[in-house]
């Protein structure tokens, strides 16, 4: 359990990345240290499910271009 607490600016910390559905129903969530960026898991969460043809709403964070290529390519 102690994996999935980081050590950041802020001290240690905790991230929690979630995807939702249009209601904001919780669908996956992956648990991180704090000192992961809010980007890396993006991927892997949107992996696992099919999205075409879906509206993806995410912060600044998730605007990559490894994410935008990502999400093109499904």
Do not use: C, W
């Amino acid at each position: 359990m102690n994996r999935h607490i980081g050590v950041s600016r802020g001290g240690k910390t905790t991230k929690l990345h979630t995807v939702v559905d249009r209601l904001g129903n919780p669908l996956a969530f992956l648990l991180t240290g704090g000192q992961i960026y809010d980007s890396v898991p993006v991927i892997d969460l949107l992996q696992q499910f099919d999205i075409t043809g879906s509206h993806i709403l995410g912060d600044k964070a998730n605007s990559s271009e490894a994410i935008k290529r990502n999400l093109h390519h499904n």
